[in-house]
């Protein structure tokens, strides 16, 4: 499993730099009973663009699970509607207080506790509702200009897409793909980075017209990496290949 604790004090490397570049912060370790939750647990850091990335990684996941619920998949859902309460929230928890953002955990845990208990309940997709909104009022949280600026937005971009290659790649063992969840979620984090895009694809279109043509066309090339929430028996695009994209899309966004 992704180690995402360690994992997220890497997203947020300048596009100037490499991730072999930049120095590695502080660690303890935090074990629990779950081997996904076996992570190394990073000093809080509370950059815009972290905390945008990780409320990103928290709707790619939901973005999954709304995908299997309304194909009845209630299992395969679940850890999707877990990983975000269980390993996201306490990256951002910290901050909710200080950018004036309601506490959102117990909403989280509602939808969570649904589709374990009772998943054909009316109520889930309420629930569900309930979540993407508490997500996207801590991103509002987020000042105007920081949301509509270009180098704000393609630094979470770069984030969300480093962590689905690194899923991706978990996923995929002998040419085959083992592990559906991490192709899952590799998933929803490149629809979610593929969204946050459109938010400034006018912006990049008028400043950087050569640069916008490239991130578009690779985006979309990189999308065929996921024909489908059900993974396929065989990836369609090796790991190598969607590493090159991603790295292809992180060149480009050097503004």
């Known amino acids: 499993m992704i180690n995402f604790r360690y994992l997220s004090s890497l997203l947020l490397v300048p596009f100037a730099m490499t991730i ?3 120095s590695q912060p502080e660690q303890t370790q935090e074990t629990t009973q779950h081997s996904h939750q ?5 000093e809080a850091k509370d950059t815009d663009q ?3 990335t990780t409320l990103g990684l928290m709707k790619g996941h939901l973005l999954i699970a709304k995908q299997l619920i309304d194909q009845g998949k209630y299992a395969e859902a679940e850890p999707h509607i877990g990983h975000p309460v269980e390993e996201l929230y306490g990256d951002i928890e910290g901050q909710l207080t200080k950018r004036k953002v309601a506490d959102f955990k117990g909403t989280l845990n509602q939808l969570n506790d649904g589709i374990k208990t009772n998943p054909k309940s009316d109520k889930i997709k309420g629930q569900y509702d ?6 996207d009022q801590a991103i509002s949280a987020v000042p105007a200009d920081k949301l509509q600026s270009p180098e704000t937005i393609l630094l979470v971009i770069n984030g969300l897409l480093k962590t689905a290659n690194a899923e991706y790649e978990a996923a995929i063992a002998n040419g085959k793909i083992v592990e559906v969840i991490e192709y ?4 929803g ?3 979610y980075a593929e969204q946050l895009y459109q938010s400034i694809a006018e912006a990049m279109s008028q400043k950087y017209p050569e640069k916008n043509e490239v991130i578009t066309t690779t985006l ?3 999308k065929t990496a996921w024909p ?4 396929p028996e065989t990836p369609v695009m090796a790991p190598e290949q969607v590493s090159e994209l991603v790295t292809k899309i992180n060149e480009s966004g050097k503004i």
């Open 38 to 42: 076996e992570m190394t647990k990073t």
């Open 20 to 22: 072999t570049s930049c």
């Open 189 to 191: 984090f490149m629809l």
């Open 220 to 222: 979309q090339k990189l």
């Open 50 to 52: 972290e905390y945008l």
């Open 184 to 187: 899952q979620d590799s998933m």
């Open 228 to 231: 489908s929430v059900n993974a």
């Open 130 to 135: 309930s979540s993407i909104a508490a997500i």
